[in-house]
């Protein structure tokens, strides 16, 4: 039987206001649910649909505290065409289509991130970005606010697989914080057609070009998209349920590792 999803009714809802990288003052409702280490998870194109909801019940299970913005869209189902649209109308906060930028709304992440960490007196978060929010991970992981980040099928910009959505000097800053905490992870299915592998290739030059392992790649076979949501399968042995594993392991032992540094003054 399969296990009933909850729902955003079940979550408790706060409002978020800050600034996006170009000044204009943003606020959006966030969904906060569970205890422990928090998580940022950040939805992806298609929205918080009930895939996206599966998912943050796993992350909660796993002991963690699921931190949700609504950036865009409906909750609790998806509409792909109908968020591409309000993307592209959402230019102060969204650049979908830049390379060699991040999107404004990224800075407005990076102030809740550590609006988090203040408030639940932690050293730092997780952060789980997805598709059209998936680099915004791993730009995320710069700040100091952040302990792990997890980029599942980073796809912007979407016209330009070859380049990313991030500045030469978020390059920089990213491999810098690297270097420092440890490979983040990437997750994308061989033939993505969203996230290629010549987005993959991309991504490897800038940050593992010398030969250090700075973003962790988990290939899957197939010709999916959404690792940990619409194309998840929840059986043991099948590629996505491994990923989530590796996902769930990595989040686990650096938490635990900072727990037991005495930094974080509740962990799961």
Not at 220 to 245: I, N, Q, R, Y
Request: aromatic share 6%.
């Amino acid at each position: 039987m399969t296990t009933p999803v909850t729902q955003i009714s079940d979550y408790d809802k706060t409002v978020f206001t800050a600034e996006t990288s170009e000044g204009q003052r943003v606020t959006h409702d966030i969904y906060q649910r569970g205890s422990g280490a928090p998580v940022i998870l950040l939805q992806e194109l298609p929205g918080i649909g009930q895939e996206t909801l599966a998912l943050a019940d796993r992350l909660v299970d796993a002991g963690h505290e699921v931190v949700m913005p609504h950036l865009f869209g409906p909750i609790g189902r998806i509409s792909i065409g109908g968020n591409l649209v309000r993307v592209l109308c959402l230019r102060k906060e969204f650049s979908v289509l830049a390379a060699n930028r991040s999107s404004p709304i990224v800075a407005w992440l990076r102030l809740l991130c550590r609006d988090v960490r203040q408030s639940r007196g932690v050293s730092g978060v997780g952060v789980v970005g997805m598709c059209l929010t998936g680099n915004f991970a791993i730009s995320l992981i710069a700040d100091d606010s952040v302990l792990a980040a997890v980029a599942s099928q980073p796809a912007m910009p979407f016209f330009k697989q070859g380049a990313l959505h991030m500045s030469a000097e978020d390059v920089t800053d990213v491999r810098n914080a690297l270097d420092e905490k440890g490979a983040m992870h990437l997750l994308r299915f061989e033939d993505d057609p969203l996230c290629t592998p010549e987005k993959s290739e991309c991504i490897q030059k800038a940050f593992n070009d010398d030969g250090a392992i700075r973003i962790d790649e988990i290939t899957l076979p197939g010709k999916g998209h959404s690792v940990l949501t619409l194309d998840f399968v929840d059986e043991e042995g099948h590629p996505t349920h491994e990923a989530l594993a590796s996902v769930l392991h990595y989040f686990r032992k650096l938490f635990s590792s900072d727990v037991d540094n005495g930094d974080v003054s509740e962990g799961p």
